[in-house]
Every structure is written in C-alpha cells, then in structure tokens.
C-alpha cells in the first residue's frame, strides 16, 4: 500500500478555484490508479475523478464534470484535482485513493482536506 497525503484544502468563494494535491510515499506510484473522492456532511462518500496509472483515462462524476480535472505526475509520486467555478454544493472533506493494479478496490485513503466554498 501507499501513504497519501491531501493538501490545499480551504475557504474559497463561490466561482473560486482550488487545487488539491496528493503526495504518495513509495516508488511504485505508477502501478496505482489513483481517485478523488469528497463526502459532503449526511451525504455519502462521492466518487468524483479517477486517473488511470499512466494518467490516458481519466473518469468523472456529472457532478464536476466539466469544472473539475485530475492529473497526475508519476516522477513527483503526486496526483492533482483542479477544481474551477466552485459552488457551496462542492463543500465537503475531499479524500484522494489508490487503487493497487492487481486489486479491484481501492485500498489506501489520505486524511482528507476540507473545502468549504462560500455563497
């Protein structure tokens, strides 16, 4: 498994932009396919973006379709989530995951950050 770690979660205005990224320990970081996640408060966890290994497939819910845009740097062991055009409905803990090639579910998980976007 790998060890995530989520970052550039905060306050924003709605209409705002975000980047959240997520550093992963470990050298076979190109051998995960990789996912953004978010889980708003009394709602259930969300699957938003997923990235294939070598970053050609990437995947989104209708939610964020269209204002959100992973990505991934395979030699800095990071995946990204570009996140434009905010709205309150966006706020929510955003967790990214890791998902072993051989494994069908994804099994490592960051702490979260928190986005909170304003109206």
């Known amino acids: 498994q790998v060890q995530l770690v989520e970052s550039g979660g905060g306050l924003v205005q709605a209409g705002g932009s975000l980047r959240l990224s997520c550093a992963a320990s470990?050298?076979?970081?190109?051998?995960?396919?990789m996912a953004w996640f978010r889980q708003a408060p009394d709602k259930e966890r969300e699957n938003i973006a997923t990235?294939?290994?070598?970053?050609?497939?990437?995947t989104y819910a209708d939610s964020v379709k269209g204002r959100f845009t992973i990505s991934r740097d395979n030699a800095k062991n990071t995946v990204y989530l570009q996140m434009n055009s905010l709205k309150p409905e966006d706020t929510a803990v955003y967790y990214c995951?890791?998902?072993?090639?051989?494994?069908?579910?994804?099994?490592?998980w960051g702490q979260g950050t928190q986005v909170t976007v304003s109206s």
């Open positions: 470990g050298r076979t970081f190109r051998y995960y396919a």
């Open positions: 995951a890791a998902r072993d090639l051989s494994r069908p579910d994804f099994g490592s």
């Open positions: 990235i294939s290994a070598y970053g050609t497939t990437t």
